[in-house]
């Protein structure tokens, strides 16, 4: 039985998901309310090694159906040995980037058929839904300028890719992406909340933590 709070965040590259992942890891902790921080892809043993292969520049090319089941391979480990264990043992556990990203990314992104995403996304994570999910939404040529100015050199397969293959059927790669974001906050509006990015980094925080709290609260009792 899942005891502890899931909450997940998500957005287009350089739109600040991972500082505010990170600050509300440490707001939790200073309050001290047990909490993991795991980021996707990587998180484990497997997934680190499966995050070099995707993010590798060496890689370019990769069929999408290959990129796609390495998402989803990392995020079984994942969901395996870090999230459903601290779940179980009550803990709130704070995702950089979970299922929403395969969707958006792969989904709607490269045009893989929605249905084939969705069912292995649940195969994948069965019991471990996120029960609450921010999306910091960006405009995407502002997001990748930002993301370029503190881009790892090796790992920066998928930015390079955004801006040399940027229009696909007619529609920024980023911007297929954001739509599908959107998407999903339609359709599950009680767990996905879209947050403007566009502000400074305390000002988005301090909406964060009062959906969070509201959250914890309905949680404790
Ligand atoms: P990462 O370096 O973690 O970037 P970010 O800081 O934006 O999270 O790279 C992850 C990249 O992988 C990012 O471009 C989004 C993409 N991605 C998918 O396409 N599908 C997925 O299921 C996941 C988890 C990530």
Same mark, same amino acid.
Request: with cysteine.
């Given at each position: ?24 890891f440490?707001?939790l902790?200073?309050?001290?309310i047990p909490s993991i ?55 709130v ?48 040529? +502002?997001?990748? /300028? ?5 881009? #790892? ?6 930015? $390079? &890719?955004? %801006? ?23 359709? +599950?509006?009680? /767990? ?5 990015? #566009? ?6 925080? $301090? &909406?964060? %933590? ?12």
């Open positions: 039985m899942k005891k502890g709070l899931f909450i997940t965040f998500e957005g287009l590259e350089g739109c600040g998901k991972t500082t505010q992942a990170k600050m509300l440490d707001f902790i200073k309050q001290k921080y795991t980021k996707e892809p990587g998180g484990t043993k497997i997934g680190d090694k499966i995050r070099k292969i995707l993010l590798d520049q060496k890689n370019d090319g990769m069929d999408y159906k290959t990129e796609m089941l390495l998402f989803l391979a990392s995020r079984a480990e994942n969901v395996r040995l870090i999230i459903l264990p601290a779940l179980e043992e009550g803990k556990v704070i995702s950089d980037r979970f299922y929403d990203s395969t969707t958006a990314y792969q989904g709607y992104g490269r045009g893989i058929d929605l249905k084939i995403t969705k069912h292995l996304n649940n195969l994948v994570v069965g019991k471990a839904i996120p029960d609450l999910t921010f999306i910091l939404d960006i405009d995407p040529y +502002e997001g990748l /300028r930002r993301s370029a100015s503190f881009g #790892n050199s090796r790992e920066m397969r998928f930015e $390079e &890719e955004f %801006i040399n293959k940027k229009i696909i059927g007619g529609k920024l790669f980023l911007e297929r992406v954001r739509q599908g974001y959107y998407q999903l906050s339609y359709e +599950e509006i009680e /767990r996905i909340k879209i947050i403007d990015a #566009n502000r400074s980094k305390e000002d988005i925080f $301090e &909406e964060i %933590i009062k959906i969070v709290n509201k959250k914890l609260a309905y949680l404790v009792n």
